[in-house]
């Protein structure tokens, strides 16, 4: 079973998505307060709904929000940034050597996000 682990950092707080088998899904960014970091985990099951833009395809097309986005980054790894309604990022991933694995983050962080409980 998937969960949000939330943990303090030296400049504020944040949280991991988590699978069942311990590995990370998605991380958020940090945020200055607790109640903020519980509100962009809402956010995170509220917006996994979202479909895929993918951004590795020449001529894409845009998704409305929330979305995933699927991009290279400039090492040639394959990430995904879930944005919420509002354009905000609220999760993203580790690097993927092969786009087929950061699809499959994707497909995990749909499938588990919205059941995940809290640990703090």
């Keep these: 079973m998937a969960k949000f682990v939330v943990k303090e ?6 949280f991991n998505l988590v699978a069942g088998n311990g590995q990370v899904i998605a991380t958020s960014e940090v945020y200055e307060s607790k109640a903020a970091c519980l509100n962009g985990i809402e956010s995170v099951k509220n917006s996994c709904v979202g479909n895929v833009e993918d951004q590795t395809v020449e001529g894409y097309e845009e998704v409305k929000h929330p979305k995933f986005e699927l991009y290279e980054d400039k090492a040639g790894e394959f990430r995904f940034r879930l944005k919420a309604k509002n354009g905000q990022i609220v999760a993203a991933s580790e690097g993927y050597s ?3 694995g950061c699809l499959n983050g994707i497909e995990s962080v749909k499938k588990n996000a919205p059941d995940a409980e809290i640990e703090e």
């Design 98 to 100: 092969a786009k087929a």
């Design 9 to 14: 950092t030296a400049s504020g707080i944040k």
